[in-house]
């Protein structure tokens, strides 16, 4: 067991457990910082594997572009000092039975399934060859999700506008 | 790749030059008189939908991640048209004072839920399916929440965005099962790898769980009735049928295709998922009294009976999946057109308010009349042929008993559908829902669908036509 490894486990439960307590949290600034430490995990699982610039956008989207993002949206839309209510303990039997029947199926059935070892090395996967993928229109070129997307974000935004702009009709 | 690839890529390219011109156009008009953008976007989406018909060449683009072909095209067209005739129904509401400031707005998010289904069906590649999913939902949850004055619109849209990421992020871990196993996202690479085991059909399993959110199957049914009933009516039936259709259209083609190996298990997955789904959807229609919610367990046992259509995997069921939601598009649309006429003018929205309305309005009773009986499947309506063709499809493949379910479904589905009429035409009112004459758009979009009803069930050269393609589909796949 080398170094890796170990440092992998103590992820993998620290990110468990966090996971758990962001859903079990009654305050919601609390949930988002737990939050916070799951992606740090992912972030951490990407270096391992040699991933250097997915962990980077993991850290600089995720962790500095989205999460800040929710805590903006807690600050203004909630109290700091709020509790969620709590759940029904009926409520809460049953979400735990079905995810832990749920997580035993999945988990059995990933366990029985051999995967084909990857013959590429992270390592080798430079941003400039991200970048020239990300624009190739030949086969595994990804332009057209690359445009798509940016009408993706154009009709969010415009979505965003048409809800916010009746709140502004409504005063006046 | 040259530049003229690009025509391959028409009705999307299209698409997006029209919201490009609208959001231009929404400019130069002031807010308080817009119908001139209105005209304008119409106009444009006409051309779009006239364009369409125009023969146009098949092939790949950007190595497989973009797939065209006739019913691919044939597809698209149906879409077109629905939008058309959602744009014209609308045309009173978005008129309302107060409402036009935010009609280009409306439009130009309609237009863009167009664009993301049309590159949903000819995705070739997961992630272009995703996003184009992804681009036909977050607009519509806008679209649902647009009355933001009432309570319920705000509660649909808000429900419809949540519910539709939980299905999304479900949909995602099932695509991430298959791309585990296959080692790549492509349709064509994952199509030739495949085969049956735990994995890829725990994969499958969860892919599907994705879709049938979006196409409201029993049980992943129940943001339907709530979203249906908080939404202004005119996106609740561009909901209805064309979100539904998109989502039929790319089940029958990724079923056909990527999980065409796994045949044995989907099969008898889609079977159980019929019979709950034509039986839960008529059983909760017989007992609402709102039209809208009526229209959404309505629409569900009618995506049951889709699904029959899908169990056939070879032409002839895929032909009469599109047959039926064609069919599905001018009769739902007629029956949405009459019940947002009259909530714009009066706002009622329940079967009762509807008691002894061929009094005083014959015409909408009628156009009502005739899209009840399409949908309930009476025979000289186009209804009838498209379940019909439905049943001979699942017969086919010799699901006898499912096509024994669906029939006696039918029969209650018939007495919901007559209530309606009932109320309508038979049951007497002191206070009526007084003459009230709707915007000409309106009276257009009607006609449209009454002809699309009655045109589509006598002409049989129009499910020759989807046959023809359906088989030739079949045909490249080999």
Same mark, same amino acid.
């Given at each position: 067991?080398?170094?890796?490894?170990?440092?992998?486990?103590?992820?993998?439960?620290?990110?468990?457990?966090?996971?758990?307590?962001?859903?079990?949290?009654?305050?919601?600034?609390?949930?988002?910082?737990?939050?916070?430490?799951?992606?740090?995990?992912?972030?951490?699982?990407?270096?391992?594997?040699?991933?250097?610039?997915?962990?980077?956008?993991?850290?600089?989207?995720?962790?500095?572009?989205?999460?800040?993002?929710?805590?903006?949206?807690?600050?203004?839309?909630?109290?700091?000092?709020?509790?969620? %209510?709590?759940?029904?303990?009926?409520?809460?039997?049953?979400?735990?039975?079905?995810?832990?029947?749920?997580?035993?199926?999945?988990?059995?059935?990933?366990?029985?399934?051999?995967?084909?070892?990857?013959?590429?090395?992270?390592?080798?996967?430079?941003?400039?060859?991200?970048? %020239?993928?990300?624009?190739?229109?030949?086969?595994?070129?990804?332009?057209?999700?690359?445009?798509?997307?940016?009408?993706?974000?154009?009709?969010?935004?415009?979505?965003?506008?048409?809800?916010?702009?009746?709140?502004? %009709?409504?005063?006046? | 790749?040259?530049?003229?690839?690009?025509?391959?890529?028409?009705?999307? =390219?299209?698409?997006?030059?029209?919201?490009?011109?609208?959001?231009?156009?929404?400019?130069?008009?002031?807010?308080?008189?817009?119908?001139?953008?209105?005209?304008?976007?119409?106009?444009?989406?006409?051309?779009?939908?006239?364009?369409?018909?125009?023969?146009?060449?098949? /092939?790949?683009?950007?190595?497989?991640?973009?797939?065209?072909?006739?019913?691919?095209?044939?597809?698209?067209?149906? $879409?077109?048209? #629905?939008?058309?005739?959602?744009?014209?129904?609308?045309? /009173?509401? =978005?008129?309302?004072?107060?409402?036009?400031?935010?009609?280009?707005?409306?439009?130009?998010?309609?237009?863009?839920?167009?664009?993301?289904?049309?590159?949903?069906?000819?995705?070739?590649?997961?992630?272009?399916?995703?996003?184009?999913?992804?681009?036909?939902?977050? *607009?519509?949850?806008?679209?649902?929440?647009?009355?933001?004055?009432?309570?319920?619109?705000?509660?649909?849209?808000? @429900?419809?965005?949540?519910?539709? #990421?939980?299905?999304?992020?479900?949909?995602?871990?099932?695509? &991430?099962?298959?791309?585990?196993?296959?080692?790549?996202?492509?349709?064509?690479?994952?199509? #030739?790898?495949?085969?049956?085991?735990?994995?890829?059909?725990?994969?499958?399993? =969860?892919?599907?769980?994705?879709?049938?959110?979006?196409?409201?199957?029993? *049980?992943?049914?129940?943001?339907?009735?709530? +979203?249906?009933?908080?939404?202004?009516?005119? +996106?609740?039936?561009?909901?209805?049928?064309?979100?539904?259709?998109?989502?039929?259209?790319?089940?029958?083609?990724?079923?056909?295709?990527?999980?065409?190996?796994?045949?044995?298990?989907?099969?008898?997955?889609?079977?159980? $998922?019929?019979?709950?789904?034509?039986?839960?959807?008529?059983?909760?229609?017989?007992?609402?009294?709102?039209?809208?919610?009526?229209?959404?367990?309505?629409?569900?046992?009618?995506?049951?009976?889709?699904?029959?259509? +899908?169990?056939?995997?070879?032409?002839?069921?895929?032909?009469?999946?599109?047959?039926?939601?064609?069919?599905?598009?001018?009769?739902?649309?007629?029956?949405?057109?009459?019940?947002?006429?009259?909530?714009?003018?009066?706002? @009622?929205?329940?079967?009762?308010?509807?008691?002894?309305?061929?009094?005083?309005?014959?015409?909408?009773?009628?156009?009502?009349?005739?899209?009840?009986?399409?949908?309930?499947?009476?025979?000289?309506?186009?209804?009838?042929?498209?379940?019909?063709?439905?049943?001979?499809?699942?017969?086919?493949?010799?699901?006898?008993?499912?096509?024994?379910?669906?029939?006696?479904?039918?029969?209650?589905?018939?007495?919901?559908?007559?209530?309606?009429? @009932?109320?309508?035409?038979?049951?007497?009112?002191?206070?009526?829902?007084?003459?009230?004459?709707?915007?000409?758009?309106?009276?257009?979009?009607?006609?449209?669908?009454?002809?699309?009803?009655?045109?589509?069930?006598?002409? &049989?050269? +129009?499910?020759?036509?989807?046959?023809?393609?359906?088989?030739?589909?079949?045909?490249?796949?080999?």
């Amino acid at each position: 067991m080398n170094a890796l490894t170990i440092i992998f486990y103590i992820m993998a439960v620290l990110m468990v457990v966090f996971s758990i307590m962001a859903v079990t949290s009654r305050k919601l600034l609390r949930a988002a910082i737990y939050l916070l430490f799951v992606l740090i995990g992912v972030a951490v699982f990407y270096l391992a594997v040699d991933y250097m610039f997915l962990a980077a956008v993991q850290v600089v989207v995720y962790m500095g572009g989205i999460l800040v993002l929710i805590i903006f949206s807690i600050l203004l839309t909630s109290h700091l000092g709020e509790r969620l %209510q709590v759940v029904k303990p009926t409520t809460m039997l049953f979400a735990a039975v079905l995810s832990l029947v749920s997580a035993g199926v999945v988990i059995s059935v990933i366990n029985g399934f051999t995967f084909i070892t990857s013959t590429f090395e992270g390592d080798k996967l430079t941003v400039a060859h991200i970048g %020239q993928q990300l624009l190739s229109y030949d086969q595994f070129g990804y332009v057209l999700p690359f445009e798509v997307i940016s009408i993706l974000l154009l009709a969010a935004m415009i979505a965003a506008i048409a809800i916010a702009k009746y709140k502004h %009709q409504g005063k006046s | 790749m040259s530049f003229s690839d690009f025509l391959l890529m028409r009705n999307e =390219l299209l698409l997006v030059a029209a919201a490009v011109i609208i959001l231009i156009a929404d400019m130069s008009f002031s807010d308080e008189n817009k119908r001139g953008l209105y005209n304008i976007s119409l106009l444009t989406m006409i051309i779009i939908t006239v364009l369409g018909f125009l023969p146009a060449p098949s /092939g790949k683009l950007f190595g497989g991640m973009y797939i065209t072909g006739d019913i691919y095209i044939l597809m698209k067209n149906i $879409l077109n048209i #629905a939008t058309v005739i959602v744009l014209l129904q609308s045309r /009173g509401w =978005l008129e309302k004072p107060g409402q036009q400031k935010r009609m280009g707005e409306f439009i130009l998010l309609l237009v863009s839920v167009l664009i993301g289904m049309s590159y949903m069906i000819s995705s070739g590649h997961f992630i272009m399916f995703y996003l184009g999913m992804e681009l036909a939902t977050i *607009p519509l949850a806008a679209l649902a929440a647009y009355e933001l004055n009432k309570s319920k619109s705000a509660e649909a849209g808000i @429900k419809l965005i949540l519910l539709a #990421a939980f299905s999304s992020g479900i949909l995602l871990f099932g695509t &991430s099962l298959i791309y585990a196993a296959a080692g790549t996202l492509y349709f064509e690479g994952v199509m #030739a790898i495949l085969d049956s085991t735990a994995f890829t059909t725990l994969g499958l399993i =969860l892919f599907f769980a994705g879709l049938g959110f979006k196409i409201s199957l029993v *049980p992943f049914h129940l943001w339907t009735a709530d +979203v249906y009933e908080g939404a202004p009516t005119n +996106v609740t039936s561009f909901l209805s049928v064309a979100s539904k259709g998109a989502a039929v259209f790319i089940l029958v083609i990724i079923l056909n295709t990527v999980f065409k190996s796994l045949n044995d298990v989907w099969d008898p997955m889609v079977y159980a $998922l019929i019979i709950i789904t034509i039986t839960i959807g008529n059983l909760f229609a017989l007992r609402q009294r709102n039209i809208k919610r009526f229209l959404a367990f309505s629409s569900i046992a009618q995506a049951g009976f889709i699904m029959l259509g +899908v169990i056939n995997d070879g032409g002839l069921g895929m032909a009469t999946v599109i047959y039926f939601v064609l069919v599905y598009v001018f009769s739902n649309l007629a029956a949405f057109g009459v019940a947002a006429a009259i909530e714009n003018e009066t706002g @009622k929205e329940s079967i009762d308010d509807y008691n002894g309305f061929y009094r005083t309005n014959p015409r909408l009773s009628l156009v009502m009349m005739l899209a009840m009986f399409s949908l309930a499947g009476i025979p000289p309506f186009a209804g009838f042929f498209g379940k019909f063709f439905l049943f001979t499809a699942a017969a086919e493949k010799g699901y006898y008993i499912l096509t024994l379910i669906a029939v006696l479904n039918t029969i209650i589905s018939l007495y919901y559908y007559l209530l309606v009429i @009932k109320a309508m035409f038979i049951d007497k009112n002191g206070a009526p829902i007084g003459y009230f004459k709707s915007d000409t758009a309106m009276q257009v979009s009607l006609v449209i669908c009454i002809l699309g009803i009655i045109v589509t069930g006598f002409t &049989s050269g +129009v499910f020759d036509y989807m046959v023809n393609l359906s088989q030739q589909f079949f045909l490249t796949l080999q």
